[in-house]
């Protein structure tokens, strides 16, 4: 009597672990909970601690005679302590669409310093830009 109420437990068991293994097919991309700032903003900060030390204190651009896009970003220091960051420039095209991605650089900025950062794009479809700075690692 005790082996087949065990057994039948052991069964019950079986069967739902098997029948919630189930996948159902496909799926549709979570939203992201952040709006797309990427496509409307000229500087993204890439994560927090760079948030509360870092902001543009200028920026200027202007087309080269070949066409390029050349782009110099002010980055402001608000923090009483020598920081050190890294920036990249994403260049799009009038619709919007990435077409060159400068790599990134290192950025030393000393007490409540701003430093310029030069990024040339690669080719002359560039019409805007978005400039990443993230923590250096």
């Not at 500087?43 to 920026?59: F, H, K, N, R």
């Amino acid at each position: 009597m005790k082996n087949s109420i065990l057994i039948l437990g052991a069964t019950a068991l079986i069967a739902a672990g098997c029948s919630s293994t189930y996948d159902k097919g496909p799926y549709l991309p979570q939203k992201s909970k952040t709006p797309p700032y990427e496509d409307t903003e000229r500087l993204i900060l890439l994560d927090p601690g760079v948030q509360y030390s870092v902001t543009m204190a200028t920026y200027a651009q202007r087309t080269l005679e070949d066409g390029r896009l050349e782009v110099v970003v002010g980055l402001r220091n608000r923090e009483n302590r020598r920081l050190e960051v890294q920036a990249d420039c994403l260049f799009k095209d009038e619709a919007g669409v990435v077409t060159d991605e400068a790599p990134f650089q290192g950025v030393i900025l000393t007490e409540n310093a701003t430093e310029q950062v030069r990024f040339v794009s690669l080719n002359a479809q560039a019409k805007k830009y978005t400039v990443r700075v993230r923590q250096a690692r």
